[in-house]
């Protein structure tokens, strides 16, 4: 393991593989960027973790077949801890099941180690702004089959989920997206405020939210209210 202690404003790079040669050619290409460092490396799953969370970088370079926990249960743990941190998993594997566990994971980008050395930092630099990369054929293809998947899991998530609103709830949901307190739901409705206060649990209950405001939220995702 070695951790960097070297920091500027720069895009600060973690490199996990298990192959030292990888690590010190893209550490090579990595270095020699005026806008990038690496600031760690690991050779394990478990190791990438913890130099990640010692780090705090922008972005891990992740290879899949790590030994110990594998690369895509490394991005979860990561992503898990760290939100912010962006997990690109760098392969020589174009497989399909390994695009849809990485996406399923919270990978930003798929890329194969034989990606060219200028592509490679262009696909760096664009997914730090944010982009969301898969530049192989089989990934592409998993990404659109995965896209068509959740689209249609969504649809029956919300039909679902309106057959678990009653009619009074789905009211009192609209009015709670409007900004409407508790007395004023109330008086709208024509109902206690306890009654009020009962929908509204029942609500952030069968939304699977944590409060009020991120039940409106999801309902508004959702398209449940508008």
Do not use: W
């Amino acid at each position: 393991m070695r951790i960097f202690t070297y920091f500027e404003k720069t895009i600060q790079i973690v490199l996990a593989d298990d192959q030292p040669f990888i690590r010190k050619g893209l550490r090579y290409i990595i270095d020699v960027q005026q806008d990038m460092q690496v600031v760690g490396e690991a050779s394990t799953g478990e190791e990438v973790v913890e130099v990640v969370l010692k780090t705090i970088p922008d972005m891990v370079l992740m290879d899949i077949r790590m030994p110990g926990i594998t690369g895509i249960a490394a991005t979860k743990s990561i992503i898990e801890a760290l939100p912010g941190t962006k997990v690109v998993l760098l392969t020589t594997f174009d497989v399909e099941q390994y695009v849809f566990d990485g996406i399923r994971a919270g990978t930003a980008g798929y890329l194969l180690k034989d990606t060219e050395t200028e592509e490679l930092l262009s696909c760096i630099r664009a997914m730090h702004r944010g982009a969301t990369l898969f530049n192989s054929t089989t990934a592409k293809r998993a990404l659109d089959q995965l896209l068509v998947s959740d689209k249609q899991e969504s649809n029956i998530g919300q039909e679902q989920l309106v057959e678990k609103l009653t009619n009074r709830e789905m009211e009192v949901l609209q009015l709670l997206a409007y900004g409407k307190r508790n007395h004023e739901i109330s008086t709208l409705l024509c109902i206690s405020e306890g009654t009020t206060k009962t929908h509204i649990h029942h609500i952030i209950q069968k939304l699977g939210a944590t409060d009020r405001t991120q039940a409106v939220v999801m309902a508004i995702r959702m398209k449940l209210v508008k």
